[in-house]
């Protein structure tokens, strides 16, 4: 059964910064795409930032382009989201996500290109 488990979400003041984990379990191999998304009140769920099963290419959404960087360690199945230059319209819950093969060579930015997902972690961005 695979799980994904994301952690060190919270309250930050504007300005500030955070890291998210998200670590997976419950399958052979590390060598899977994963990608961030988050969704805030009434809104759609929303595409972050992703990377490759490699690590060798990532992917940023605009708004947090420059700010958020993701990445990730295969030796212990776990992707990180460094977030910095947080801004209000950052709070959200978090959730990370995965395709359920290795090697994937598809797009990234859509929730339909992902087969499993994480519970989600708050995070709370006061100005």
């Known amino acids: 059964q695979v799980q994904l488990v994301e952690s060190g979400g919270g309250l930050v003041q504007a300005g500030g910064s955070l890291r998210l984990s998200c670590a997976a379990s419950g399958r052979t191999g590390s060598s899977y795409a994963m990608g961030w998304f988050r969704q805030a009140p009434g809104k759609e769920r929303e595409f972050v930032a992703a990377?490759?099963?490699?690590?060798?290419?990532?992917f940023t959404a605009d708004p947090v382009k420059g700010r958020f960087r993701m990445s990730r360690d295969n030796a212990k199945n776990t992707v990180y989201l460094q977030m910095n230059s947080l801004k209000p319209e950052d709070t959200a819950i978090y959730y990370c996500a995965s395709p359920n093969r290795q090697y994937y060579s598809g797009t990234y930015y859509n929730t339909d290109d992902y087969d499993y997902w994480g519970q989600g972690t708050q995070v709370t961005v006061s100005s």
């Open positions: 990377i490759s099963w490699s690590g060798g290419s990532i």
